[in-house]
């Protein structure tokens, strides 16, 4: 970078007060508009974090040593820096503004640590789960698009821990994949399988984001839940899981990833489905109809949202390819 070219004004004198405007203007020949636009934000309100706490330099030390923690413990299987978004809530946060769904749609939620990429493709009705201590289920799922057209030959993951709450990679000795695959929805946007009933489980906190919980008197633990991710060209992609009804922490969860309409009861297969699907009347059942966003449908919600929600903030613009642009509607 040429210096003569640099046009920023001098900063003399730097105070309190004129401190933020400073930084904004130093970082302001940045040539990335979007990434310009979001530090110009994130230093507004950082500055603005410490100026309203009147943060000590003794806290602020902590704080980056603590941060420093987070990055110590990060490797190829342990995310901390996630763990820490997920539990702050920064994760669903982030999520439901990126994926904003309309009402007659399945809801997003955190995506957690444990999704892999090496899940078997498996067939209707196969079992997803070998833990011989599980309770058996039967999954009975259909998947349309909001106007209640099946969606077919969806790429489904799905994936649960075993009956002890330990996902298969929590194993050093594990021999394969278990207790996840991929599927694909038929002609009718239906997709079963077996699996065994979720329990509830704590998130990894044996680092610094467990300690965190610890000093804010929070426990670490999830409600019983299977995750689902769908892809489909022209869908936005659907991050989601389904949560037992009545588990002790539904109210209470570590991430903060239960919405009740991802809130499900299990039930007993009866008849009709003990019948069709080859398992006994008494045979636990889960049954739930997902419905996936067009990618049309979600942009222009996203454009909608974020009027309402800078309007909220009493800032006259809107959020417009990602960057801000009067609001004169
Ligand atoms: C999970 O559900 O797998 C999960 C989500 C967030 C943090 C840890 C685990
Ligand atoms: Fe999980």
Redesign the pocket.
């Given at each position: 970078m040429d210096p003569s070219q640099v046009k920023i004004p001098p900063m003399k004198d730097l105070t309190v007060d004129n401190i933020t405007e400073n930084v904004i203007r130093m970082n302001s020949l940045c040539e990335d508009e979007r990434m310009k636009y979001v530090l110009e934000r994130l230093i507004l309100h950082l500055h603005d974090f410490a100026r309203e706490t009147r943060l000590s330099s003794k806290e602020w030390m902590t704080g980056l040593q603590f941060l420093t923690e987070v990055g110590k413990i990060c490797s190829d299987v342990r995310q901390e820096f996630?763990?820490l978004s997920?539990i702050l809530g920064l994760?669903i946060l982030v999520d439901s503004i990126d994926h904003p769904k309309p009402p007659n749609s399945t809801e997003g939620t955190?995506?957690?640590?444990?999704h892999t990429h090496e899940a078997q493709e498996m067939s209707p009705g196969d079992p997803i789960s070998h833990d011989p201590k599980g309770q058996p289920l039967l999954v009975v799922c259909t998947l349309k698009d909001t106007q209640g057209r099946p969606i077919e030959n969806a790429k489904i993951d799905i994936w649960e821990t075993d009956s002890t709450g330990h996902?298969d990679v929590q194993y050093a000795d594990r021999e394969g994949p278990d207790g996840r695959c991929v599927m694909r929805s038929d002609k009718d946007g239906v997709f079963w399988f077996k699996a065994i009933t979720p329990v509830p489980y704590p998130?990894?906190h044996d680092g610094p984001v467990g300690k965190l919980l610890k000093v804010l008197r929070r426990h670490p633990f999830?409600p019983s839940?299977m995750?689902f991710m769908f892809q489909k060209e022209g869908f936005d992609h659907l991050i989601t899981?389904l949560y037992l009804r009545n588990d002790p922490y539904e109210t209470s969860d570590?991430?903060f990833?239960v919405k009740d309409s991802l809130v499900v009861d299990q039930g007993k297969a009866g008849p009709e489905y003990a019948e069709k699907y080859n398992v006994s009347e008494d045979h636990a059942l889960l049954t739930y109809d997902f419905v996936l966003v067009s990618d049309a449908e979600t942009s222009a919600l996203r454009e909608r949202n974020s009027k309402v929600a800078l309007d909220n903030l009493g800032r006259k613009v809107k959020i417009v390819n990602g960057l801000p642009v009067p609001d004169l509607d």
């Open positions: 996630i763990l997920d994760s955190v995506l957690g640590p444990f996902y998130i990894p999830r839940h995750h899981a570590a991430v990833g």
